[in-house]
């Protein structure tokens, strides 16, 4: 299982990135898909998580209204639409995957920061 994140960055608040994650080694149109993310000093947390036709979603509050997973399974990617970022948002966002085991990508940067 390989999972590579990419699209973080330095954003102003109230901008918008979008993330992805190129997922491999396992038929990715099987499974849920997550997002989570982990400021420095904190612990882990879930961000969203989308099912494995797309179907369903659903997000921590502190996204609900701000953010939006979605999935390309012919591209077996996840994204996550983030729009108007607070500084609060701040972390190393992880795409993740439970397959029998908790299995993470390295995760990708964003910042928020005037």
């Known amino acids: 299982v390989q999972l590579v994140e990419s699209g973080g960055g330095l954003v102003q608040p109230g901008g918008s990135l979008r993330l992805s994650c190129a997922a491999s080694?396992?038929?990715?149109?099987?499974?849920?898909m997550s997002w989570y993310r982990q400021a420095s000093g904190k612990e882990r947390e879930m961000v969203a998580y989308?099912?494995?036709?797309?179907?369903?979603?659903t997000y921590a509050d502190s996204g609900k209204g701000r953010v939006t997973i979605s999935r390309d399974n012919a591209k077996n990617t996840v994204y996550l639409q983030m729009n108007s970022l607070k500084l609060e948002d701040t972390a190393v966002y992880y795409c993740n995957v439970l397959r029998g085991y908790n299995y993470w990508g390295q995760g990708s940067q964003v910042t928020v920061s005037s």
């Open positions: 989308i099912t494995s036709g797309g179907s369903r979603t």
């Open positions: 080694g396992f038929t990715f149109s099987s499974y849920g």
